[in-house]
């Protein structure tokens, strides 16, 4: 028996990102057509060392999707204030922080297309606001 599922999603772990993200796939239609794998630091991991285990977990995690769902797209959601990062402490402002994540997507996204011709990698950020409200900016 076969299950069979459009896309899966990456996203940190963090919790303030749950119903954004949530009500992001509900508006996408894509909600219980999606696997959704959580690590904290998203694709941080493959960026710095793809030959490190948190690097090959995440890898494991899309072959699998792959395989058994077969899936088509997988969409990379980075985000601002990532303790994994740092927060935003970390950076200078938040224009550089952006683009950190920005240039970290591209690069994990080099990265998987090379190991999984044909998969459509989309890049989203999403935006923690100081209100806690948090905005999702697709690339
Ligand atoms: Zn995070």
Redesign the pocket.
């Known amino acids: 028996m076969s299950h069979q599922c459009s896309s899966a999603l990456i996203k ?3 919790f303030r990102l749950t119903s954004a993200i949530d009500k992001w796939m509900e508006e996408k239609g894509i909600m219980d057509d999606c696997d959704v794998i959580s690590v ?3 694709s941080k991991a493959i960026v710095e060392d793809v030959d490190s285990a948190d690097a090959k977990f995440i890898l494991n995690q899309i072959e699998l999707s792959v395989k058994l769902h077969g899936i088509k797209t997988l969409y990379l959601v980075h ?1 601002t204030d ?3 990062y740092g927060g935003h402490s970390a950076f200078e402002n938040l224009e550089t922080e952006k683009q950190k994540y920005n240039s970290d997507m591209n690069k994990a996204k080099e990265v998987i297309n090379a190991k999984f011709p044909g998969l459509e990698v989309k890049s989203i950020l999403a935006d923690i606001k100081d209100s806690e409200e948090v905005v999702l900016l697709e690339y």
């Open positions: 940190c772990i963090d904290a630091g998203i985000h990532c303790g994994a």
